[in-house]
């Protein structure tokens, strides 16, 4: 198994270093828990505006489409 090396290695490193192993360690623990909680099916929200990722409104999925009244404008 690769535990045994990985403390063999770990030992002979300065406890400065071990400690950026440490922190490294938690930073892949707390990636890989975000990257669960990512994957996790979620409703599909429009998202509009300049303030994206900030603030969600639920738009109908026929938001971008002219209005009947601007078709012939916009042709």
Excluded: N
Excluded at 30 to 47: D, N
């Amino acid at each position: 198994m690769i535990e045994p090396l990985i403390l063999q290695k770990l030992e002979e490193l300065p406890e400065s270093l071990q400690t950026e192993v440490l922190h490294y360690i938690e930073f892949l623990i707390e990636k890989h828990t975000q990257k669960s909680i990512q994957e996790q099916p979620t409703t599909k929200r429009r998202v509009a505006g300049t303030m994206k990722e900030m603030f969600v409104l639920p738009l109908p999925d026929d938001f971008d489409e002219p209005l009947e009244d601007m078709k012939e404008y916009m042709e």
